[in-house]
Every structure is written in structure tokens, then in C-alpha cells.
């Protein structure tokens, strides 16, 4: 099992709907997470981050941290063609706080 | 501040031989990792240099290996280059406290041919 989990996509929403992205990860000692974005051929760009289970908002941005269920969510209001992109997800893992990527989440917004 | 930097940005080389890729960290952070992606695998973790000494380390063979410098400064160099290397290598920097949050740079592409 890999620590970090998400599912490559595309997921595809139209303009002005919530995107839901999805993540599960491995490791139960892990305390914070981490969304990036990634445009292509640009390097990931952190969005948000959390540390608490329940909801942090930024924005039009929100995560959402489970950690019984080890699983984090990151929902996009209002759906914009500019949030296309690569999403990913991060966990530091093991006693030194590597921290380790999902696969990434491609979303597509259709105008 | 300025961000993280990486040199040079883009690079052709042939199997066989070895790179140096070079990263300097925003100002004040003192750790430094590395990563490769690629389209198939993703972000695959290298390693972790904080103040001078590696502290992580991922799944790669032994080609692959680093440093840091006294300034935070990090390079990373691959030998005997293979063609499944090519990739994106990224490097990000981060404060080293926990919880800590890091920043990319704009990464190094190698072609290797």
C-alpha cells in the first residue's frame, strides 16, 4: 500500500460547480497535510494546508481532515477553467517527517 | 524573499555520463529535499539534507546521491546516467521544523539520450 493515495483522474466538473478532490494515506502518526497544485510543465505550488481534523477554508478552497478515516479532501467552489491542473496530495511519513506525494489528481474544468 | 532556485533548468545528456544539479533554499530554510517525477510514477522522494547531513532518504539506487553546504545550499548528482532518468528533478526547501511546510523550486529537466 502506498502512503499516499489518489486517484490520477481526470475528473472533470464544468465552470462555476464544487470540485471534490480525494486522498487517503497510510500512516496514522501523520499530522499534517498538504494540497498542491501543479500546472504542466511548472512545479507544484502549495495551496493549503492542515493540521486539525474538521474543515479549513481559504478562499474558494477548502480541506477537509479525517484522521479516523485517514482521509483528506480538498473541495473547489465555483469552478474556474484556470483551476486546471494537476492536484496533489502530502503526508510527511515516518519519524523524520519525509514527506511523501500522492500520484496527483488531474482536474479538468470545462468552461 | 526570493524563492528556491535551481540551476541549470534544463539539461541533455547521454548514458554513461553524470550530472551535478544545483539548489539554493529560501533564505532561513535549512532543509532541502529532493524529488523526481515523472508522468508514470509521480513524485517520487530522492532525499532530505538538513544542516549539512542527510536525514532521509527514498528508494533510489546508490547512482543517485547529494549534499548540502554550510549555506543551505544542496546539489545532487546522478553517475552513470540511464535512460529512465530522465525526468523533472525538483527540489524544495522548508524551515526543518515540524509541522513545516515546503516550497518548490522550478525544477531541472534532464533528457537523457
Known amino acids: 500500500q502506498k502512503e499516499v493515495e489518489q486517484n490520477s483522474g481526470p475528473l472533470s466538473v464544468p465552470e462555476g460547480a464544487i470540485a471534490s478532490l480525494n486522498c487517503t494515506y497510510s500512516?496514522?502518526?501523520?499530522?499534517?497535510f498538504f494540497w498542491y497544485r501543479q500546472y504542466s510543465g511548472k512545479s507544484p505550488e502549495l495551496i493549503m494546508f492542515?493540521?486539525?481534523?474538521g474543515d479549513k477554508e481559504d478562499g474558494r478552497f477548502t480541506a477537509q481532515l479525517n484522521k479516523a478515516s485517514q482521509y483528506v479532501s480538498l473541495l473547489i467552489r465555483d469552478s474556474q477553467p484556470s483551476d486546471s491542473a494537476t492536484y496533489l496530495c502530502a503526508a510527511p511519513y515516518g519519524g523524520y517527517q519525509k514527506v511523501t506525494f500522492g500520484i496527483g489528481t488531474k482536474l479538468q474544468v470545462i468552461p | 524573499k526570493a524563492g528556491v532556485t535551481q540551476t541549470p533548468r534544463y539539461l541533455i545528456k547521454t548514458r554513461g555520463q553524470q550530472v551535478t544539479l544545483s539548489c539554493s533554499p529560501i533564505?532561513?530554510?535549512?532543509?532541502v529535499s529532493w524529488y523526481q517525477q515523472t508522468p508514470g510514477q509521480g513524485l517520487q522522494f530522492l532525499f532530505e539534507?538538513?544542516?549539512?547531513?542527510?536525514?532521509n532518504k527514498g528508494n533510489f539506487p546508490g547512482r543517485f546521491s547529494g549534499r548540502q553546504f554550510s549555506n543551505s545550499r544542496s546539489e545532487m548528482n546522478v553517475s552513470t546516467l540511464e535512460l529512465g532518468d530522465s525526468a523533472l528533478y525538483l527540489c524544495a526547501s522548508k524551515t526543518g521544523s515540524n509541522p513545516d511546510t515546503q516550497y518548490f523550486g522550478p525544477g531541472t529537466r534532464l533528457t537523457v539520450l
Open positions: 492542515i493540521y486539525s481534523n
Open positions: 500512516d496514522r502518526g501523520s499530522q499534517s
Open positions: 533564505s532561513g530554510h535549512r532543509s
Open positions: 539534507y538538513f544542516s549539512e547531513t542527510q536525514r
